[in-house]
C-alpha cells in the first residue's frame, strides 16, 4: 500500500488526539499558512498540485475555489461528508483514525477561500464519527487553532457539524445545501452552481472530506511533492474502498494509475475460495458494472473511463462466479427506487417501472421481452432527469444487460413458472420496509 499522503499515520498510536497529531507534523501547514502565506497563495499551491474531488466527478479542487467571485461575502465551506454510496466507507474512517487532519484541511480550505464560516455535512447515522470529530473541534478551539484571531492573526474561523438524516440524495451537492438550510432534501436547478450563490445564495465552495484530507500535506510539502505520487492527469493518492466477495475488505491508499483492479484485489486478499471474478462494481452501485476482463485496468480517473466505467469514489465492490448478476442488479435498482426523491418524472416513475419489471422476473413471471423493457426503460431516462441520481439509476440496468445478458436470458428461463424461488422472502421484505418495529427507531444524537 502506498500510504503516503492521507493514511501516513496509520501506526501512529492515539493520532486522533492533538498532542500526538501536533507531534507528528500536524497542524504544521496551519501555522505555514497563516505565518507565511496569503489566501491566494494556499489556493495556488493546491491548483498547481492538480489535485482532484474525491466526491465522484474528480474536478479539480483548486480550480474550483478560483470559481467564488472576488467581492461577496460572507462565503461558506460545506464539507460533503455523507457518505452514502455502497460500499464507500473511506470518509468516516478518516474522520475516526485522523480528525485533526479532516480538520485542519478545512481551515486552510476555508482560509483559502476567505471564508470564516464551515459546515461538515455528515451523513445521519455517523453518530460515532460526529462525536469524535467534534471532540477533535473542540481541541482545536481550546487551541486557539480555531476560533477568534487565530494565533494572533486577524482571521476568524468557526466549523459546525451538521448530521443528515439518512438521505442518499444529501450527498449530491445542491440537496446537501437545501438540507443543511433545514428544507427538503432535493437538489437545486443549476445554473447558479454552488460557487456563484450556494449556501444561503451565498459563494460556497463544495468538497468531500477525502478531498480536503489532502489538503494538509499538499501545503505543508508543496505541489511538486503530491505530483510525484499519481499520474500527471490524476496526480496524488487515493483511498480505495474494497468490499463484495473478497478476502480482506477494507481502505488502500495507492497512487493513482500505479496498479491494476487485479492488483488491488490481490491487496484485497483474493477472491472468497479463490473464485474466478464475475463482475467490478468501481464506484460503488452508481457507474456502470465492468466485467472480468477488464481486471488489467489501471487505478485512475482516465483508465477506469476508458474500459467504460466511472472511478467515482473508487468504491470498488467485488463480484465473483456465485453472485447471480440479475439479483444484484435487482438490488441496485432498488436502492435507487428507495433513494429517488421523487422532483422529476423520468427518476420517480423510471425506477418504479424497472423495480416492477425486475420483480416480475425474479418471482417467476419474466419473459426475455422483459429484458428489452428494461433497456427501454433505462434509455428513457439517460439524459433526462433533473440530476445524476436517476442517471447513476440506469448504470446498473444497461451495463448488467450489456455484458451478462445470456445470464439474464438463463434466468428467465430457469424461473419461469412464477415460483420466485430462493426470492420470496426478499421481495416480501423489500415492499414492507414501512412496516419496521418501533423499537427499532431512536432519536439518539450526540
Ligand atoms: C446522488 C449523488 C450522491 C452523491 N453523494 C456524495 C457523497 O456522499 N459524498 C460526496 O462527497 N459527494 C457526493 N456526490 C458528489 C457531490 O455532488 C459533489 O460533486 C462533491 O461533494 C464535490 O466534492 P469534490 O469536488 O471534493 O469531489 C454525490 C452526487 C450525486 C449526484
Ligand atoms: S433524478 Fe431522481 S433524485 Fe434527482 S431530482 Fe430527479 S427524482 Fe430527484
Redesign the pocket.
Known sequence: MDKHVLLRDLDVPNIRELAVYEANEGYAAWRKALGSMKPEQVMGVVKDSGLR?????G?P?GV?WSFLPKDVFPRYVVV?G????AGTFKDHELIEFNPHQVIEGVMLTSYAVLASTAYIYLRGEFYAPAKMLQKAIDEAYAAGLLGRNILGTSYSLDIYIHLGAGA??C???TALLESLEGKLGQPRLRPPFPAAQGLYAKPTV????E?LANVPPIVLNGAAWYRQFGTEKSPGTKIFCVSGRVNKPGNYELSLGSHTIRELIEMAGGTIDGRPVKGILPAGESAPMLPASALDTKLDYESVQAAGSMLG?ASFIILDDTVDVVWAARKMVRFFKHESCGKCTPCREGTYWALRVYDKIVSGNGSLQDIDQLSDIANGMLNKCF???GE?ATSPILSTIKHFRPEYEQFVREHQGGRADGYRDELIRDHAVHVLPEESITDERP
Not at 474531488?53 to 466527478?57: C, N, T
Not at 455523507?82 to 454510496?85: A, T
Request: net charge negative; hydrophobic share 30%.
Open positions: 474531488g474525491r466526491g465522484g466527478a474536478f479542487a474550483k460533503n455523507d457518505e452514502s454510496e442518499y440524495i450527498g449530491e451537492e463544495i468538497n468531500n472530506i478531498t469514489s440530476c445524476l441520481l447513476f
